[in-house]
T-cell receptor, first 116, second 111 residues
Framework: EAGVTQFPSHSVIEKGQTVTLRCDPI?????LYWYRRVMGKEIKFLLH????????ESGMPNNRFLAERTGGTYSTLKVQPAELEDSGVYFC??????????????FGPGTRLTVT | QKEVEQNSGPLSVPEGAIASLNCTYS??????FFWYRQYSGKSPELIMS????GDKEDGRFTAQLNKASQYVSLLIRDSQPSDSATYLC???????????FGKGTKLSVKP
């Protein structure tokens, strides 16, 4: 079974540019999460999709971040315009859902974003 | 603000010894607890989950949970150099699906 995949693995962009990150969850996993780890800090939650619907986007830092999950399969996270503080590693995770309980979340390799 | 605290380390143990990693959490309503292992530059890898008070064993790993003390630990028996990594404690609780992570403990197993 293929794991969670993310693209690109690295992205270096200039302040003010736009970047789109992609995540393909494990097949059959309805739950998809985005997390971010900035240098020296813990991994922090950004948002949670159940199928194509946003279940919780309380961790999104501001309206420069837009996440989508059309068709309930892969997801994209767009940052527009990027700022220096957006630099970090963006992780995607997915999980099954049994009776509304959180199940184990499996993480992708992450996208390392550097904004210069 | 829900928090998960871990000693950042580094924790250094000799090969063959038991490594003990600890984690405390602030939200008393937390229900599910996870340990992830992360090698440098790699993704967090789920190695243990625990939902009930007590011990849960899986191979060389034992997770321990004490909800009254809001404390989770991970024991690694017969530590190997390949166990050298950062170990992340993650907690879920309440109605939302997201995990709350600690900063991680860096473990170094010396041959």
């Amino acid at each position: 079974e293929a794991g969670v995949t993310q693209f690109p693995s690295h992205s270096v962009i200039e302040k003010g540019q736009t970047v789109t990150l992609r995540c393909d969850p494990i097949s059959g996993h309805d739950n998809l999460y985005w997390y971010r780890r900035v240098m020296g800090k813990e991994i922090k939650f950004l948002l949670h999709f159940v199928k194509e619907s946003k279940q919780d986007e309380s961790g999104m830092p501001n309206n420069r971040f837009l996440a989508e999950r059309t068709g309930g399969t892969y997801s994209t996270l767009k940052v527009q315009p990027a700022e220096l503080e957006d630099s970090g590693v963006y992780f995607c995770a997915s999980s099954q859902d049994f009776g509304g309980n959180v199940y184990e979340q499996y993480f992708g390799p992450g996208t390392r974003l550097t904004v210069t | 603000q829900k928090e998960v605290e871990q000693n950042s380390g580094p924790l250094s143990v000799p090969e063959g010894a038991i490594a003990s990693l600890n984690c405390t959490y602030s939200d008393r309503g937390s229900q599910s607890f996870f340990w992830y292992r992360q090698y440098s530059g790699k993704s967090p890898e789920l190695i243990m989950s625990i939902y009930s008070n007590g011990d849960k064993e899986d191979g060389r790993f034992t997770a321990q949970l004490n909800k009254a003390s809001q404390y989770v630990s991970l024991l690694i028996r017969d530590s190997q150099p390949s166990d050298s990594a950062t170990y992340l404690c993650a907690v879920h609780g309440g109605s939302q699906g997201n995990l709350i992570f600690g900063k991680g403990t860096k473990l170094s197993v010396k041959p």
